[in-house]
């Protein structure tokens, strides 16, 4: 890819949209005035990439709890930023890691706080209380069926580290006091290209969407810029070179990413940058800069 046509794609807008994303959203407006509440789940390491730009549009309103999952993987005094913008817009925030033997007690109890009036309206009107019926949305991978797993306390989900396990909306039952009803992954039709960038980064969009030489350009320079620490006790790099295959290779011959004859394998390298995220081994990051935002409005 030439410099001009690489240049071009961070400065253009992304169109991707399959086709299931819009069948979702259509089902998820047939189905929300069945709905209490919705639980958006976003990735403490995106929180603005991974937030659903449009929900409002298809929720209808509805009362949301915005669950930043990933919180032990993320740069916490980054994300607080985020945490406390959000709580100035009036969400109600939940930070979780999803992983290990989660507590889910704060959730239910942070549910039945958000849906105190409701059931107080149905207790006047002569009603009985019913479980609560969630709605659980968030873009691909950000953690909604280990969410729901946990929930339950047993698999009722399918998980993966890619997107698109869940391909339909699925009513489950957790337990007495919850009813969910699970979604596929959602995003936009048109992504900006920080977001997009950012996305691929931590896969929420296949990786074959935007080229893996630039996703893993776009990893080494934001560690550079924020992490510097990360760049060189993970990849031995104390400053990225002009040209980053160079970089690459010093990265190669240092994990040991060699084919026959002692050639650096450059496929593998970038697999591994990438794989180092996809699976956690890089912790401590968030991608997404409150101040870049705060400046850019």
């Known amino acids: 890819m030439s410099n001009s046509e690489k240049q071009g794609l961070h400065n253009s807008v992304i169109n991707w949209y399959p086709g299931h994303m819009a069948k979702t959203k259509r089902l998820i407006n047939e189905q ?158 048109r992504l900006e290209p920080a977001n997009a960038f950012n996305l691929a980064t931590f896969t929420a969009i296949r990786e074959e969407i935007l080229p893996l030489y630039d996703v893993t350009e776009y990893i080494l320079k934001t560690l550079e810029k924020y992490y510097p620490n990360i760049l060189k006790e993970r990849y031995g790099i104390e400053a990225l070179n002009d040209d980053i295959v160079s970089d690459l290779e010093a990265i190669g011959k240092k994990r040991g990413c060699l084919i026959k004859g002692g050639e650096i394998d450059y496929d593998k390298v970038m697999n591994l940058i990438m794989n180092d995220i996809k699976s956690g081994y890089i912790k401590g990051i968030t991608f997404d800069r409150y101040h870049e935002f705060k400046e850019c409005k």
């Open 32 to 189: 929300i005035n069945l709905i209490d509440l919705v639980y958006e789940v976003i990735d403490a390491r995106m929180p603005l990439s991974s937030k659903i730009i449009d929900i409002d549009e298809y929720t209808k309103g509805k009362p949301k709890i915005l669950i930043m999952s990933k919180t032990d993987l993320c740069d916490i005094n980054e994300t607080q930023k985020w945490i406390d913008y959000y709580k100035q817009k009036g969400y109600h925030i939940l930070p979780m890691n999803l992983d290990g033997n989660v507590n889910i007690k704060p959730l239910i109890a942070l549910t039945e706080e958000v849906l105190k009036e409701n059931n107080q309206k149905r207790e006047e009107k002569g009603m009985i209380k019913r479980k609560a019926r969630v709605l659980v949305v968030g873009i691909p991978n950000v953690g909604k069926s280990t969410l729901i797993n946990r929930l339950a306390g047993k698999k009722v989900t399918s998980i993966g580290n890619k997107p698109g396990v869940t391909k339909n909306l699925n009513w489950i039952r957790v337990n007495d006091h919850i009813e969910l009803l699970d979604s596929p992954g959602i995003l936009w039709p």
